[in-house]
């Protein structure tokens, strides 16, 4: 077995959530560069190029490219040859432990803003460290830790969805209805999207999904050439909406769109569509 | 492009029936930062009878929860917040005077109602361009509210806040002109 520091941990997760909420990722901004050049409506060209120039701020000046520094989503990918060693007595296991204090000491450290209450529905008080995460963690070979961090906003995680087809239902019907739930949640949060959509599993599977569907290059591509069809049909779709960068018009609607899949029960066809805004980062390290 | 209108804060009727919506808008003077929990207190103070802890009359609100500013900075990130989350408040607020809101995103018929019967408007900034905003933010004070952090409300100096009017005094809308809401 082999053991990782805790202190390595939590330091590792605290520089991603910092790094995250400062630069762009390549792929993103490259998507941003790529629409505003070919996009033909004169506000909408604008527009994207002042979301690069706050992207060049963001970085230069370590400033947070959205005030929403998001709810922090940690996807962990823990070897079953690997550990975290150390940490303290708050009951919980070493991993989860050390990315909570990461996250606690980034949002602190970063300057980012604290936006988690401890309960949803009766006194919403702050927890003041952007605490707990929601962490996804994944036994997988090996011996590394591979830790991802994505800071998502609430206002597009608000205009997400989730349907239950039937199994019968045309693959058609799921892209309209995709298409549908991205123009609903239009000028609200924050276009070009990247749209994650989860197809398959059950109920929570396919939301999960849907969100690892964001995790993914913008320029890749489903291995699977029908779902790769059905990403540029939502896409392309999508893009004629006319919603456009900050709702103000335009054929740039969204960035991209990553489908991902699992098999399911024979009653069922879950579908579930995670909106994404155009601030979409994250960040990743193997430890 | 159109041309850009400067406009000053607070907003006399006069002004708010000079913009039409689509007008690009350079903002000037001062506005106030409030979301959903400064909101909610605001109506409870109302309905309480209660004094405001600023004057409505002709003043702005900026859907905004800021990040924490670095030592020797006024303010964070400063990008609006998705402005539908307060339809439930504004047009009370509306009615009792508030002329100008800055936010992102689709307003309701409530509101939009409340908008030409009391002569006010909305105008809609760049979501998640919030570190370039701050950048037209001088001056930024607590001065309400302070338990709820970010959520407490600011009274901000902005220059040349740059926005377009999204809901105009006569039911004009920038999201109609577009084709989408």
Redesign the interface.
Known sequence: MRYLKYDKVVSAVESLCISACHELPDDVLAAIENAREKESD??AV??LG??I???Q??KD?????????GLTVVFVEQGEGVAVKGGGDDGLSAVVSAINAGVAAGYEKG?????VVAEPLNL?G?T?TNTPAIIHHEIVPGDKLKITVMTK???CE?KSQFRMFRPTDDKQLVVEWVVDVA?QA?????PPFIIGVGIGGNFELSCLLSKKALLRDLTDKNPDGFYAGLEGDILKAVNK?????????GDTTALGCMIETAGCHIASLPVAVNIE???HRHKTISL | ?SEVKKITLPLTDKAVESLRAGDQVAINGVVYSARD?AHKRLIEAIEAGEELPFELAGAGIYF???????DGKVI????P????RMDPFSPTLIAKGLKAMIG???RGDEVRGALKKYKAVHF?T???????L??HIVGCEVIAYED???EAIRKLEVVDFPA?VAYDCYGGS??T?????
């Open positions: 004169r506000a604008d527009i002042k979301l120039e706050n992207a701020i963001a000046e370590g400033i947070p490219l959205c005030q929403d520094t300057y980012l803003r604290k936006s919403r702050n003041k906003g609430g206002g608000n123009g239009g000028a609200d949060a924050c909406l006319g919603v456009g960068p900050g709702g103000l018009g805004c155009h601030s | 492009m929990m905004l929860g800021p990040t924490p500013a670095r964070g990130a400063a990008g917040t998705t402005s539908s992102k995103g689709y809609a760049i979501g998640g361009a919030a570190a370039l701050s950048k709820l952090g970010t377009v920038v999201y002109l577009q084709g989408s809401k």
